[in-house]
């Protein structure tokens, strides 16, 4: 009798991890197509998906907020693996 109850709480609690990543995951996106579009449209951005790491990443993310890109420390690291887990050709930075 107790199985069914422990699986739908690992299934909830499954779905709600799944759910804040792919909430994090589009705040990372609209936070990309907002301030790495203003002084470059996001071609620029889209020539780099799948030829710069995390790291990589990082430190461009780290560099366009020197210039002044709208990115808080707190959203950084969402922007950089978001950044970094897009592949080639990905929407909405490729169109
Ligand atoms: C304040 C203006 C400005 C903003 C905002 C900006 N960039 Fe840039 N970006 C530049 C300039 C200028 C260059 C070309 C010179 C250079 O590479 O430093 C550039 C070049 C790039 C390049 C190509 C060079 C490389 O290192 O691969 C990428 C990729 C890039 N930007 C990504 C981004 C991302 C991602 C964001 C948002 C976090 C962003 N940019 C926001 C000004 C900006």
């Not at 002044?68 to 950084?76: L, N």
């Amino acid at each position: 009798m107790k199985r069914p109850l422990i699986a739908s709480c690992l299934c909830a609690a499954a779905m709600t991890a799944f759910l804040a990543g792919a909430a994090l995951a589009q705040d990372a996106s609209k936070t990309v197509m907002a301030a790495c579009t203003k002084c470059h449209n996001a071609q620029r951005v889209c020539t780099a998906l799948g030829k710069k790491d995390q790291a990589a990443w990082d430190a461009t993310v780290t560099r366009m907020m020197g210039k002044g890109a709208q990115v808080s420390e707190k959203d950084k690291p969402a922007v950089v693996a978001y950044l970094a887990g897009l592949k080639p050709g990905s929407k909405p930075v490729c169109e």
